[in-house]
Each structure stands twice: as C-alpha cells, then as structure tokens.
Nanobody
C-alpha cells in the first residue's frame, strides 16, 4: 500500500534549522493537498503548512517567514525547511495527504520528532 515516509527531524538549538522530508512510496490518487502538521504533548494536532497541486500555499501565522514548504514531483517528496527555530516549535511533525485543503488527511507519515532547546 501507499506509504509516506518521513525523515529529517532531530534536536537543535534555538535559531537553528532543520529540513523535513516526506516521500511517497508510490503515486497517490485523489490527492490535491500535501501538508505538514505538528502535535506537542497535551495539545491537538495543528496545521503548519500545506501546498496544493495548483500551487496554493498556506502557513500558520506563527511560522510565516521562517518555514518554507515545497515539493519535488519527480522524487514524490514533500519538504519543510524550518529556519530560525524556536522552542515553541518543539513537536512531533507529520506529513499528510488529503483531497483538498479543507479535508483531513487520509494518509499520514509516521511522524518525525523536532526538539528545539533554549
């Protein structure tokens, strides 16, 4: 079956950078949107950034200007470049595939831990 495999998480100091990758094992049909979500302990999962097939991109306000979402169709890979990381960015990050921006992802990556120290 189709799988989303994530990599690139880790431990960094505040102000540092990380790049997350999410690669699909095969083509995913009926997917318009690929996005990154995160969940911190005791909190609900929240959208970080998403990109649609027609090029629309959205970011949550707290990451605008620091994070960049992109995709490489040839490699079937989604990326999240995270710069100027802050301790409040600490969370488990998940990539997800959905039919559209308004829909909950129907396919999720396994999660990648991002920890930012002060």
């Amino acid at each position: 079956q189709v799988q989303l495999v994530e990599s690139g998480g880790g431990l960094v100091q505040a102000g540092g950078s990380l790049r997350l990758s999410c690669t699909a094992s095969q083509n995913i049909f009926g997917v318009n949107t690929m996005g990154w979500y995160r969940q911190a302990p005791g909190k609900e999962r929240e959208l970080v950034a998403a990109i649609t097939t027609d090029g629309n991109i959205v970011y949550r306000d707290s990451v605008k200007g620091r994070f960049t979402v992109s995709r490489d169709n040839a490699k079937a890979t989604l990326y999240l470049q995270m710069n100027t990381l802050k301790p409040e960015d600490t969370a488990m990050y998940y990539c997800g595939a959905s039919a559209n921006l308004a829909s909950i992802p129907r396919l999720w990556g396994q999660g990648s831990q991002v920890t930012v120290s002060s």
